[in-house]
């Protein structure tokens, strides 16, 4: 993971009474419309659910900062330039250590994004580590045992705040990181052509990837990503499904931003490895593909990873369950 | 509502191994790809016994997430072929589904493909009724919640036989299973199992056990919230711009996990795929999440933001469903709770529309 925080406060904010300080001077000067932040899911959970503040009384009670802060808000970047449209400056965002290279990408590609350093103000949370909430649930049935996400055991401040023997140590006893390690260097296992029509096209890895900013226009979407599937089809005679078309398409589409927070791994309902997916592209690339060619090489990646019918049998767009 | 014996304690599984030696695709849950979902098995080893509750629903197979309806072919002359695929569908038994989902697809998503008695809807959807009509729903009763399941604030349980063709209950000292059966398609799966079968105990006995088995299940219960006023809410045409769905909604990121996952959640769109000399249409889930859904072709969008269509989602579950097709819209699985990328929780929503028609009457009073 690349970490690019020199530009940004080096000050970490421990709670919310900080933030809500902070807040509140920019609040009361006009310099921000909102405080975007985290706050409580429901009187149940701990979990945070996105919470948007707008009056300083509110700062300290309706904010939470846990360990259960899990997604990246930087996806309501874009509230930030409506916020300066309403001639309100813009909006403070709690963000943790390991989004600011999100920011660094947003305000790179600001006269795209909308972001600029003066309408999305970072509050840049000191965080020890955000556990993995897939676990709370009944799916897995361990709500009891918590464990920090894997992306934190490579994360410095991470390793700063536990100690690197600590550390060393968790991932050398977590199966579910070495697992992820070696799937992100060696796929071989992985059949991409069955991975990938396991694909509901619900569009979460893309939602939620906090270098996604465009709000129309996307070569990812439904409809693009269908043409995309005709002409390979129609033209080049590979049945590709759409389901592989979409992945392929946002995979490479997000390469150059990804700041690889794992974020759409978290969020798939079916659990297909994106992140795997990205690195096979980019090795694949590197090996054959020409700078001149990408949708060579991305038509001959589909062709080669599209599962062929056996014959009689039923075309991939009906292997779905009956 | 037929009480036909016990299956002893641990044998349940077997049920798969003895279904698939004649010819019958059970659907269980397994692990696919580290993930507990719903998916055809065929021996007991492929089962995941200590479950609570499969990431997917089974609606899927009832309601694929893609299905060709029809293909053409232009033929040299220039007429064309139109070709339905066979509607050949196997006899499938879902093992081990949950009382929420079974409430789900075999009532609530059934009236939405049914048309109605009354004349408010009119849709018979022939893809899933052929279907439905050759799947078995046995359930398995939980023995208790996770955080997110709220199955008894929405009138069910974890005991609940709605929709259910067969219902096996864990209960009494050892743990035995109870099976009732409440269809004749549950009927023709207990005569398949009838081996597996222990019967001759006192039915009264079994009866009350199994009736403390589900009220100690039930007692388990965290995500417990009162929901009585929100159709209130809801129908009330002034509320419809309240500020709580903007507040609320805007947080929405647009995705379709809560669609997708929910059992009773039932959009699906038209496809084409080819070109004037042969093609296909296939028929796919679609969100009402999503900008793109129910666009007309003239470009307007009838719910521009994505807070509309969030309150587009939950007028569905907690009014439309009730009004259109007098079934539950929601039966508390607690799927879109557990999955939301950012935490978004219906029964906050819920709590709040109460809470906020409770202050209305008050402040009328």
Redesign the interface.
Known sequence: MIFSTGSYSQHRYASIEEVAAQAGVWLEAGEIGMVVGYGR??P??D??????VNRVELLATELVWNQFCD?NLL?YAKLGAREAARGKGGVAVMVKPCELHNLDILTEEGNMSGVTRDNVRPIVMRCTGIVE?KR??????E?TDLRVQTKCLDCPEYTAAHGAGAVAEQKAGREDYQAYRKLIEDDAGVNWGV?LD?C?????C???CPSCYCTQGCPA???AT?HV??AL??IKGIDAS?QLVYNLVRTWHIQPRCSECQ?CE??C???IPIMALKAKLGRDFDGEGSPGDVIGFLTNFAARITPVAPPGGA?P??A??? | MKLVGTIPAGRVWDVVDHLSRQGVRVVAPTL??????F??VTGAHQVVK???????TFK??LF?????VFTWLRRDDGSYVVTE?PRD??ETVILGGRPCDAAAIGVSLKSVFSASASDRWEHADPLFLE?FERTTVVCISCDR?????FCTTMGLGPDDPTGSDVLITASGPDGDLVVEVFSPKGERFVERIRPLLITGQSESLLREQRLAAGQEARGRF??VFDIGQVKAFLDNPENFDDELFQRLG??C?????C???CPTCHCFDF?D???TTGG?R?K??D?CQ?P?FTVHATGHQPRPTQWERYRNRFLCKFKIYEDVFETLGCTGC?RCV??C?????I??YA?QSHARQVTLLQLKA
């Open positions: 899911q429901s149940f959970t979990l945070a659910m996105p919470n948007f997604y996806g909430t709370l649930n009944a799916y897995t049935r709500m991975t396991k509901l096209h619900c569009y979460a893309r939602n939620i979407d439904e409809a269908a599937t005709n089809k129609v759409r974020e978290r969020v309902p079916v659990g075309a767009s009906e779905a369950p009956t | 696919v790809d580290g993930l507990c979902q998916a055809p200590d479950y609570l509750l499969p990431q997917n899927e197979f694929p997430k893609q299905e060709r695929p569908f196997p279907r919640p996770d955080l997110s399941c965290v995500r805007t947080k990121v647009s995705c379709g996990v669609t997708f996952e496809k795929l080819g070109d296909e296939i796919v889930w969100s999503f793109a607690g557990r999955d990328p950012v935490h978004v929780d029964t906050s709590m």
